[in-house]
């Protein structure tokens, strides 16, 4: 029986974990601004630390509530479900305003851009070296969290722990190629719309992958302590959903900006 009587639906209890996180987000937001303005990372450094204690100690309550408490009843998991859906179609809609942006520009290049793209003056990175390869990793960090996710249905813990542990390498390997790419970059965010729409799109799809890394990570994590089972088992659902959705971004950035944008 639900905790809450005679429904299957979930009323949370108080947690002061929304507000602690929105307090984080503004010292997150106000920090940064500090940093740009001041060269000082104070208060940027205590947002980010005060955000993933919320994070850690939000999700670990969260975890307590699906697993022990039984309180993800089948109509919670597609509340979930939906809000997951919801969540990644406003992140689609975040990224298209990013295209828009690029194609607005490239496609009819002002005289203060030189009538040209890409402008004068920028060299763009070779579509066939690292930008490929991140493509083949990604693709291939696809196939894995899918092998992860099919052999979750079919039971077979093993098979699911290495699939989705090669899958996490593979996102981490990313970032640091990402890394060492922006590092030896020829040009940079202030480099007329070229530099500005790559690094911005790009930049924030790392940050994407980063997010999706951190959440695949914690799947992990839930998966070797046997959170999961073959029949309930969303939280690893939508880290897969959120994956793959990062990997149909970067196909769209790699063919746009790296291939015929550049």
């Excluded at 003056?121 to 196939?143: E, V, Y």
């Excluded at 089972?229 to 971004?249: C, I, M, Q, T």
Aim: glycine share 8%; aromatic share 18%; proline share 3%.
């Amino acid at each position: 029986m639900p905790k809450h009587g005679h429904h299957a639906y979930h009323l949370v209890d108080i947690s002061p974990w929304p507000l602690t996180g929105s307090i984080s987000a503004m010292m997150l937001t106000t920090g940064l601004v500090k940093w740009f303005h001041q060269f000082n990372m104070d208060l940027l450094m205590l947002g980010v630390t005060a955000t993933i204690l919320t994070m850690i100690q939000w999700w670990r309550d969260i975890t307590r509530e699906g697993t022990y408490q039984g309180l993800h009843t089948s109509k919670v998991v597609n509340g979930l479900r939906w809000g997951m859906i919801l969540f990644i179609t406003s992140e689609v809609l975040f990224f298209f305003s990013f295209f828009w942006a690029f194609f607005h520009s490239s496609l009819s290049p002002t005289v203060e851009l030189g009538t040209c793209w890409p402008p004068m003056g920028i060299n763009t990175f070779n579509p066939f070296q690292i930008p490929l390869l991140n493509t083949a990793i990604l693709l291939a960090s696809g196939a894995t969290v899918t092998w992860a996710h099919h052999a979750m249905l079919a039971a077979n813990h093993t098979q699911a722990l290495q699939s989705l542990a090669l899958t996490v390498t593979l996102g981490v390997y990313f970032t640091a190629l990402q890394a060492m790419e922006y590092y030896e970059a020829p040009f940079t965010i202030a480099d007329s719309a070229y530099g500005a729409t790559f690094f911005v799109a790009t930049g924030f799809h790392g940050l994407h992958v980063i997010i999706g890394s951190c959440f695949l990570m914690i799947s992990l994590y839930r998966m070797y302590m046997c959170h999961f089972s073959s029949a309930h088992h969303f939280g690893f659902e939508a880290a897969a959903w959120y994956w793959h959705f990062v990997d149909v971004v970067w196909l769209f950035l790699y063919i746009s900006i790296y291939w015929w944008g550049g």
